[in-house]
């Protein structure tokens, strides 16, 4: 039935096998000499190619439909009837800068073992975590990578996440960056909830992400790398060009910025993944492990850059180099087995977790170490032996002994008889937090016999940060992005240019499509120039002998006399002798009692209709017989043509080149 056809034409398949049959089925009529008529056949072609073509728009939209509700391990999912509500159709933008409203959740910094926030930065919420949880499949159990966790983070700071290997810090800037949905929680951001879709659609646009793993395409350069992500962050393009110049100035690129990415060394692309995060000057700063392979030197370029940003940012960052979270952080988050263990500063933690004080003695030849000992336990009894080498001695120190350090101090400077050539005195560091955190109790002596020299390092470097800091300028406005329809068009033409510029570095693949397309049209080439050449040697003419039986023949098949059948109510002598002039074997139907559409032993049969002045035929052709409507059409011209001047014939020719018209009718020269 055709309403079944209707409904099963929504699958493509069935729809394009539907094309195929009714073109079959119209070209088989067309040589079999049965012209549709054009509200038959060819509306059908119409209508087919109409549903190809809905099929393309529906598969898209349930494309789209499906990615949102069921997104892969990366996305949100909405719920099924999104598309209803109209915070779908019509996004209202939000206020960047809205301090986060009161929540009646408990305030994490309460605990002991969280530092309370200073009061300049109360009210200053950017971020607030709250009892959020993720949960991987596992066997047996499920994995759970975060557990509970409840802190906030601030504008205006810079945080670190530290913890071990497999502790959740990825886990947690991929929740932060909305590429992974929280198993239970909730996160707001400047009072979007990140639950919403629409509020993380606003927040993207906030957002600089640097994710753990390079992100860039090998067949582009740096320069193309840096514009394709500018414009799908939504940069406007009068714009592009200065932002990518400011990356490749502050990052100092420019010497690479027209090398392939897949010819960069490890660092170099982790540097460029970094730039791609800073394009657009974000809000907020997502960064996980940002120096992890860089030199000493591009360490110090990133950690100058969101030093000089800090100022009314969020910046979040994770690492496993204590030093460094040391120097660039202002707080520092402790996470363990997915779970919160402190937050606070430098200072807060070494207080809090810290072992101590080392003291650090240079000996030389003469010392007693024993007595050294006793002078040390003499002030401090309870200060221990940490560890000792050739030369050296360390003893570790309580912090709440500070207090007996300058008679420490002043009887190590009176005795020089023990032997001491120096010594110096180190604070905790956050290797030894760490460290204590995680359950262990002691640490390596070659560890702790370099701890002065680590600490004299991280002054120096803190004091360098601490001048530059003074000399920084106030950060400039949020540049102003594009949205919408805007932006969609402008990341289509940028992933479009992608594709063209990977053809353009590929020369391999470039060639093999180069060589598809040639090896396409060259059939076609060489049959236009064929059939200019041999058209004429391809023709033939169309005569009524190859179907009609001549006046006294004998019959045999396949040919057959022709049938006409008159309908006027008078005579058309005039017509049939003019056809009997054709040299055709005619059976005429003088009263018009036959139907001849429904006689298969005849080739062809002509109905006339109307008057002598105003004939009408109908034309009916055996479907077994190819050509045979032009040769009919041939025979009724010729018919119509005797009657006025019968000295003069129609030639009726078909060439087998389908670029030139199949049939040619021609008039000889003759004289009127």
């Known amino acids: 039935p055709a309403s079944l056809e209707w409904i099963l034409s929504l699958l493509s398949p069935f729809a394009f096998m539907l094309g195929m049959a009714q073109l079959l089925h119209l070209d088989y009529d067309l040589n079999s000499n049965a012209f549709p008529y054009p509200s038959d056949g060819s509306n059908l072609i119409v209508a087919t190619n109409f549903m190809l073509a809905f099929d393309t728009c529906l598969y898209l939209a349930l494309a789209i439909y499906f990615e949102k509700i069921l997104p892969n391990e990366y996305g949100h999912q909405r719920p099924p009837l999104f598309f209803l509500k109209s915070s779908f159709w019509s996004q209202t933008q939000k206020t960047d800068h809205v301090a986060l409203e009161g929540e009646m959740d408990a305030d994490p910094s309460s605990h002991d073992s969280f530092e309370p926030v200073p009061p300049e930065f109360q009210g200053k919420e950017a971020i607030r975590i709250r009892n959020v949880t993720k949960e991987y499949k596992g066997k047996p159990d499920k994995i759970e990578a975060l557990k509970d966790l409840v802190f906030d983070i601030y504008e205006g700071q810079i945080t670190a996440i530290l913890g071990h290997s497999g502790a959740g810090k990825s886990t947690l800037l991929n929740i932060l960056s909305g590429l992974s949905v929280p198993t239970k929680g909730s996160v707001t951001i400047y009072n979007n909830k990140l639950s919403e879709v629409a509020d993380l659609e606003n927040l993207s646009k906030l957002t600089g992400v640097c994710p753990q793993s390079n992100v860039q395409f090998d067949f582009l350069t740096v ?51 970094f730039g791609i995060a800073i394009l657009g000057d974000p809000q907020i700063f997502l960064l ?7 030199d000493p030197f591009s360490r110090h370029q990133v950690w100058n850059l969101l030093k000089e940003r800090k100022t009314d940012r969020v910046i979040l960052f994770s690492t496993q180099f204590m030093d460094e979270a040391d120097i660039l952080a202002d707080r520092k988050v402790f996470l363990s087995q997915g779970k919160l263990k402190c937050a606070g500063s430098s200072l807060f933690l070494k207080k809090k977790w810290g072992i101590g004080y080392h003291l650090s003695l240079q000996l030389n030849e003469i010392c007693v170490e024993e007595n050294i000992t006793s002078l040390v336990k003499q002030h401090i009894p309870d200060a221990k032996l940490s560890a000792k080498s050739e030369g050296k001695l360390v003893y570790t120190l309580p912090l709440e002994r500070t207090n007996k350090f300058p008679e420490l101090y002043k009887d190590l400077d009176s005795y020089p008889d023990l032997g ?12 030894e937090v760490f460290l204590k955190l995680e359950g262990k109790s002691t640490i390596n002596e070659s560890d702790i016999a370099i701890l002065g020299e680590v600490q004299v390092e991280k002054a120096d470097d803190t004091e360098r940060l601490v001048e530059m800091e003074q000399v920084l300028s106030s950060l400039n406005k949020m540049r102003k992005t594009i949205g919408g329809v805007a932006l969609w068009r402008q990341q289509i033409r940028a992933i479009a240019r992608v594709r063209l510029l990977k053809l353009k570095h590929e020369r391999k693949a470039l060639l093999a499509l180069l060589l598809i397309l040639m090896a396409g049209f ?3 080439i060489v049959e236009y120039t064929m059939v200019k050449i041999y058209q004429n040697s391809y023709t033939w003419e169309l005569s009524p002998h190859l179907y009609f039986l001549a006046p ?115 008039i000889p020269d003759s004289p009127l």
């Open 223 to 273: 320069r193309e790398n840096l514009r394709l992500f500018a414009k799908i962050k939504g940069i406007l393009p009068r714009e592009v060009d200065k932002e990518i110049q400011r990356v490749l100035l502050e990052l100092e690129m420019k010497n690479i910025q027209d090398a392939l990415a897949q010819n960069l060394s490890g660092g170099q692309k982790r540097k460029l993944t």
């Open 288 to 294: 996980d492990e940002p120096t992890a392979g860089l």
């Open 420 to 431: 001491i050539e120096n010594y110096g005195v180190s604070m905790t560091t956050l290797n």
């Open 522 to 524: 060259c059939p076609l």
């Open 552 to 666: 006294g023949q004998q019959p045999h098949d396949p040919l057959t006399q022709l049938l006409i059948i008159n309908k006027t109510g008078a005579s058309i002598d005039d017509f049939i002798h003019s056809v009997e002039h054709q040299n055709i074997a005619l059976e005429v139907d003088a009263f018009g009692t036959r139907n001849g559409t429904d006689d298969p032993s005849y080739n062809g049969a002509i109905t006339v209709c109307g008057n002598v002045k105003n004939y009408s035929f109908s034309l009916a052709c055996n479907a077994k017989r190819l050509n045979c409507f032009p040769v009919l059409m041939d025979v009724v011209s010729n018919g119509l043509l005797g009657m006025v001047k019968p000295s003069v014939h129609i030639r009726t020719e078909r060439s087998t080149f389908l670029e030139v018209n199949i049939y040619n009718l021609t």
